[in-house]
């Protein structure tokens, strides 16, 4: 019956050995799985998930046991809610603990993402009232400007000037366009549809925005990649801007690799939200500067760059993109070098198919 259950169960005897670990404890805890384990101290098994075996041994100290309780573990990033009993013989005996916890990743991710959702609506509603306040003004300023650009022919002094402040005025138009479609709500026209061409396109999108110049870019997709449902416009952006970040880190030499792989759901990485079923997993990386790690945590944040013409919204529509298809993103600098963006997408979506 246990090795039925859903949840991960764990039971320890009062002196300290594992009793009982069925395959879903093994898997949400990130362990490998041994027969050996049984019999063994749980301390020693636990050994990379401190914060679990913290909670096992205070299960025969404590009076009042948490109930619905939830930890983040520090190793994979999880959040697991758990419960815990302790065990008693028919004399009321104490025999043992029995720790049942879930993965409640997904679900916290779900719960921030609807916060996030609220919170950008409400931005939306005030960014679109001022969007529309300030649009105005910059198209008369341009406008005026090429006039007066058009009746000082001979004046290079003026030329210069006028130029520059229409330069200026399309550069500011451009930001106020850019910060309403990251505050609009994404509405997705969902389709079956193949990933390998939304790539190839976005890698020729890219390089009309950011010319690559002397970089290679080198593409690992196997044939039989399983179409996805998805909204290839929305997608095809989100790989647009993931390499177009990866042209400009690059300074026009290096290479940047984009790989494809199908992932049962078995094989899906852990350390980060837990996607249900089949999922197609990218990794966009190139071998440039890669990112400090006082930078890592604020990548994705909204007006945050490193660029000193960037906006900072490239990276927070690719996440706001990637959460509405109910993926997952992740960022890391490989042990060679550079920096590795891996999203991974579901092939199946909860989404209506548009059509």
């Known amino acids: 019956m246990v090795w039925s259950l859903r949840n991960g169960v764990l039971a320890v005897t009062v002196d300290g050995t594992v009793a009982v670990m069925n395959d879903v404890a093994y898997r949400i805890l990130g362990l490998r799985q041994r027969a050996a384990d049984i019999g063994r101290p749980y301390s020693a098994v636990l050994q990379s998930q401190p ?34 009993s302790q065990v008693h013989d028919r004399r009321g005996k104490l025999t043992g603990a029995t720790l049942f916890f879930k993965d409640l990743t997904r679900v916290e991710q779900l719960e921030e993402r609807e916060r996030l959702r609220d919170r950008l609506a409400a931005l939306g509603e005030m960014a679109a009232a001022i969007a529309h306040e300030v649009k105005n003004p910059l ?145 966009v990386t190139d071998n440039g500067p890669g990112v400090p790690p006082d930078v890592m945590d ?10 000193p013409q960037g906006t900072g919204l490239g990276l927070a529509i690719v996440r706001k993109i990637v959460n509405a298809h109910d993926g997952r993103i992740d960022v890391q600098v490989p042990a060679t070098g550079g920096t590795q963006f891996r999203v991974t997408l579901p092939v199946s979506s909860e989404q209506k198919l548009f059509g």
């Open 51 to 84: 914060e679990v075996a913290r909670i096992m041994s205070g299960a025969f100290d404590l009076v009042h046991l948490p109930n619905r309780a939830e930890l983040r573990l520090k190793s994979t990033n999880k959040v697991i809610g758990y419960t815990i």
């Open 139 to 283: 198209a008369g300023i341009e406008v005026m400007a090429g006039i007066l650009k058009r009746q000082l022919p001979e004046s290079q002094d003026a030329q210069t000037i006028l130029a520059d402040i229409i330069k200026e005025a399309k550069m500011a138009n451009a930001i106020v366009l850019e910060v309403l479609e990251f505050v609009r709500p994404i509405r997705l026209q969902v389709e079956h549809m193949s990933l390998t061409d939304v790539i190839r396109d976005a890698i020729a999108l890219a390089d009309k925005h950011a010319p690559r110049g002397g970089v290679d870019v080198t593409l690992v997709i196997p044939e039989h990649l399983p179409t996805i449902q998805g909204d290839p416009h929305q997608l095809r952006q989100l790989f647009t801007n993931l390499v177009i970040n990866a042209f400009e880190a690059m300074n026009g030499k290096g290479g940047v690799k984009i790989e494809a792989i199908e992932l049962p759901e078995e094989e899906s990485p852990t350390g980060g939200e837990a996607l249900v079923g089949a999922t197609v997993q990218v990794d």
């Open 298 to 307: 604020r990548i994705f944040s909204p007006f945050f760059t490193t660029k």
